[in-house]
Nanobody
Framework: QVQLVESGGGLVQPGESLRLSCTISGGFRPFYALSWFRQVPGKEREGVSCLSTSDGNGYYADSVKGRFTISRDSAKNTMFLQMNSLKPEDTAVYYC???????????????????WGQGTQVTVSA
């Protein structure tokens, strides 16, 4: 059974950095899309970043471009989200997701993903 487990969330001040990790276990088929989403209470889950594993290209929401970087360590079955210059509006529960397919036009759509982690809280506050 596939499991995704996030870690690395926490409380930071504006301008600081965090790195989220997501370890994937139990998979027997390659995932072609590895992504991060976030959600705040009362709002829909929002796509933050996606890594196309076939070509290594990263996709980002406009709100995080230039500040966040997605990556992975294939040998460790782990994906990362490096978050720099954090802002209070980045506060959310962050989820990793894995999909057996990849669609560049709507990587941000939650229904494209087959497995999800349980989420990790990121709070940016002075």
């Amino acid at each position: 059974q596939v499991q995704l487990v996030e870690s690395g969330g926490g409380l930071v001040q504006p301008g600081e950095s965090l790195r989220l990790s997501c370890t994937i276990s139990g998979g027997f088929r390659p995932f072609y899309a590895l992504s991060w989403f976030r959600q705040v209470p009362g709002k829909e889950r929002e796509g933050v970043s996606c890594l196309s594993t076939s070509d290594g290209n990263g996709y980002y929401a406009d709100s995080v471009k230039g500040r966040f970087t997605i990556s992975r360590d294939s040998a460790k079955n782990t994906m990362f989200l490096q978050m720099n210059s954090l802002k209070p509006e980045d506060t959310a529960v962050y989820y990793c997701a894995a999909g057996w397919g990849f669609w560049s036009t709507d990587w941000w759509s939650t229904n494209k993903y087959d497995f999800w982690g349980q989420g990790t809280q990121v709070t940016v506050s002075a």
